[in-house]
């Protein structure tokens, strides 16, 4: 009989079966470690996309930082620009304060036929008549400039300093007019001392920093006896144009720091007299130390420039 061409003899079979059990055992194999290939592979593509997307959050939050940090600096540069020596409400009274320093420069006391006046007080704040100045001001919902002085300020103490913030959050304008008032270190010899005279003001400058916040600031200045009474005023004079400053005198005054002390009628008289006829007034007044008839006087001036259809401005 010849052999069958298949072979059943169990040794055969056996065979058979241990050569597919080895292949479902290789492919077995082969299906583990291809999954687990793929897993490591998955794993670290899943790792590298990790590591990539926290790069993308950690330049995203660079940026939003950057942007944040931007967006204050902006701010903050808004609010010095606000606070030019008035509040931020106040700016409603506020008036070029270079236009007027050039007006006076020229003796224009014009103003387009609107009539305005600037009250200004200088060498203040004083804790004896600035309180009474703020009261009527506040009575008659007019704005006043005030040209304070740090070393007044300093003298009266915790009072003054509160002098200051009241004055400035009632709207009126807080101008610079030095930290000594000492003619003798701003102009020895009747000369200006440039340097002397830059340092004496920015130690005000500080002061009111201190007084009113790290963003206030102020360009108005008032010249320690006025620009002209001085020699030798150029160097001041460009450098208020380089800084974009404006240095204010005055075109009227109540005569409150002049020869004998006078009284609150007299001084009444004085401001009308020297405001005649001027479309633009700044009246000069002082509320330091000493000057009670001034602030008695101040009802009787202020009706005087109502009932003359004047608006009252801030210098800033
Ligand atoms: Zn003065």
């Known amino acids: 009989m010849p052999k069958s061409k298949i072979d059943f003899s169990s040794k055969n079979i056996k065979k058979k079966k241990f050569k597919i059990k080895r292949k479902v055992i290789i492919a077995s194999s082969v299906l ?44 903050e540069e808004e609010a010095r620009k606000r606070m030019v020596g008035v509040n931020h409400e106040a700016k409603a009274y506020t008036y070029d304060a270079v236009k007027v320093q050039e007006k006076l420069a020229n003796y224009d006391y014009s103003n387009n036929g609107e009539k305005v006046v600037f009250l200004t007080f200088d060498d203040g704040a004083s804790t004896t008549v600035t309180p009474k100045i703020l009261d009527t001001l506040k009575e008659n919902d007019v704005k006043a400039t005030f040209f304070v002085t740090g070393s007044n300020i300093e003298r009266g103490g915790e009072e003054a300093i509160n002098l200051v913030k009241r004055a400035f959050d009632e709207g009126n304008a807080i101008a610079n007019h030095s930290y000594s008032h000492d003619y003798k270190y701003l102009y020895p010899g009747r000369v200006l001392n440039l340097d002397n005279f830059l340092e004496d003001f920015k130690k005000t400058d500080e002061l009111l920093k201190e007084i009113l916040g790290p963003y206030f600031s102020t360009r108005v200045i008032r010249v320690p006896g006025g620009m002209m009474s001085w020699k030798e005023m150029e160097p001041l004079k460009e450098y208020l144009k380089e800084n974009n400053m404006a240095s204010i005198d005055w075109n009227a005054l109540n005569r409150d720091a002049e020869g004998k002390k006078k009284t609150a009628d007299e001084l009444v008289q004085n401001a009308i007299e020297t405001s005649k006829g001027k479309e633009m007034v700044v009246l000069l007044m002082h509320d330091t130390y000493g000057k009670e ?16 259809g004047y608006q009252f401005k801030t210098l800033s």
Not at 40 to 50: D, H, I, L, P, Q
Not at 293 to 308: G, S, V
């Open 32 to 75: 583990i470690a291809s999954f687990l290939c793929v897993n490591v592979v998955s794993a670290t593509f899943n790792y590298v996309e990790e590591k990539k997307q926290e790069k993308i959050q950690q330049q995203n939050e660079a940026r939003a930082k950057m942007l944040e940090e931007e967006r204050k600096r902006k701010e």
């Open 293 to 308: 008839e001034t602030a008695k006087a101040l009802n009787q001036i202020i009706k005087y420039f109502k009932d003359n």
